[in-house]
């Protein structure tokens, strides 16, 4: 009930193309997803997040896409650059309650240039 | 204004010793987390805290202590430091309304 799975655990995409990253959840009373965005030995930044209300949220070219029924949520990177190379992480948690977050065990993206 | 600080860096253990992870934030966060990162685990939570004074267990609490005397400071004790606690370990903070969360530069810990 608790767990968040993403995948796919590693993925290279040429510069320019599309980066895809898809999470699962259990909790139905999750109602906070966000995504963070992890370079080598740094800590997690907050890169964008969504709320159940909404079937789709974007910021530059970054898009979260959220089914609800599916209980599933994606990470869209349009026109991915070498920049963009690094972890991504989703989570999910509660806004009221318990301050928890369950957090997706990472998929490393790579953009060759 | 710098953030959420760790330290140390790095630490090298052995077997049984105990140690003292320290984090501080100078944003005036209330809400404060501890959280490891293993490799194909993700992040997982340790302890975390809502205010001083205030604290609860994680998903991972076991062979870890914590304790929120100031808004600003929340230490991560070890007790008896074990090989399966070599990880990489973030402090993370934030507003009670915000559910951003800030992240510390992490501590990696080796237990020999």
């Known amino acids: 009930q608790q767990q968040v799975k993403q995948s796919p655990q590693s993925l290279i995409v040429q510069k320019g193309g599309i980066s895809i990253i898809n999470c699962a959840y259990e909790?139905?009373?999750?109602?906070?997803f966000p995504w963070y965005q992890q370079f080598p030995g740094k800590g997690p930044a907050l890169l964008i997040a969504i709320r159940p209300d909404v079937s789709e949220k974007k910021e530059g070219r970054f898009t979260i896409s959220f089914n609800k029924s599916a209980k599933q949520f994606s990470l869209h990177i349009m026109d991915s650059q070498p920049g963009d190379s690094a972890t991504y992480f989703c989570?999910?948690?509660?806004?009221?309650?318990?301050?928890?977050?369950?957090f997706g065990t990472g998929t490393r993206l790579k953009v060759l240039a | 204004n710098a953030g959420v600080t760790q330290t140390p860096k790095f630490q090298v253990l052995k077997t049984g010793q105990s140690m003292t992870l320290q984090c501080a934030q100078d944003?005036?966060?209330?809400?404060m987390s501890w959280y490891r990162q293993d490799p194909g685990m993700g992040l997982r939570l340790i302890h975390y805290?809502?205010?001083?004074?205030?604290?609860d267990q994680g998903e991972v609490p076991n062979g870890y202590n914590v304790s929120r005397s100031t808004t600003e400071d929340f230490p991560l004790r070890l007790l008896s430091a074990a090989p399966s606690q070599t990880s990489v370990y973030f402090c993370?903070?934030?507003?009670?309304?915000?559910?951003?969360?800030?992240f510390g530069p992490g501590t990696r810990l080796t237990v020999l």
């Open positions: 989570a999910a948690g509660r806004t009221s309650g318990t301050y928890k977050y369950i």
């Open positions: 805290s809502v205010g001083a004074g205030i604290t």
């Open positions: 993370a903070s934030s507003y009670p309304d915000s559910h951003e969360q800030f």
């Open positions: 944003m005036n966060h209330e809400y």
């Open positions: 909790n139905t009373a999750f109602d906070y």
